[in-house]
């Protein structure tokens, strides 16, 4: 038997957000964030492999700045946040290439799971002054919300839609834990 790294990480979120960004009138980009989220990640540093996350958002917690259109996304024509108020992943396949890695899960919205792709950027790592470890990471994707039944729209008279298919998401954060070896 071999030693493996294998190290837990817990997400802080008051030092990370998870933000999404789609195309309106083809013209602008509106954003938004999640307040409330939480995540988990066993890390193999020897063995990318055997890393795994999980992760969950509170749907009802979106926030774009405009309360009128935040009812309306948490609303059954978006995230139907009454009914499904988790949106959630789980890795399937973590893979690296020096300070990247890609992780590939399935993302669950109103009941329905789709495989997603993350690029995701190892920020740095270090001590925080209170004896606790951290790693800083930056993860993206882009996704086409018709596959969650996010289909909403509407069309306008020029020609297009009044939001764009793909939705950009950032999430940027910082995991903390205590490192500790275990045996594999």
């Known amino acids: 038997m071999t030693a493996s790294h294998v190290t ?3 997400l802080d979120p008051a030092h990370s957000i998870v933000e999404f960004a789609v195309e309106h009138l083809g013209i602008a980009l509106v954003r ?3 307040t409330k989220f939480r995540a988990t990640v066993t890390l193999d540093e020897d063995a990318p492999s055997g890393s795994a996350i999980e992760a969950t958002i509170e749907a009802t917690s979106v926030d774009t700045r405009d309360e009128q259109r935040d ?3 948490r609303s059954g024509e978006f ?3 009454e009914r499904f108020p988790d949106i ?3 890795s399937s396949k973590v893979t690296r290439d020096g300070a990247k890695y890609r992780v590939i899960g ?3 919205i109103r009941g329905t799971t789709r495989e997603i792709a993350l690029d995701v950027k190892d920020q740095g ?3 925080d002054p209170w004896g606790g470890q951290r790693i800083g990471f930056r ?3 882009k996704v086409d919300r018709r596959q969650w039944g996010l289909v909403w729209n509407v069309e306008l008279q020029e020609g297009g839609s009044l939001l764009a298919n793909d939705v950009a998401i950032l999430v940027e954060g910082e995991l903390v834990g205590e490192a500790r070896r275990l045996d594999a």
Do not use: L, S
Request: glycine letters at 8%; proline letters at 0%; a neutral charge.
């Open 8 to 10: 837990t990480w817990d």
């Open 32 to 34: 938004g964030h999640f």
């Open 71 to 73: 009812t309306h996304i």
């Open 79 to 81: 995230f139907d946040a």
């Open 88 to 90: 959630t992943f789980r």
């Open 106 to 108: 399935d993302f669950t």
């Open 125 to 127: 790592r270090g001590k």
């Open 139 to 141: 993860a993206t994707t």
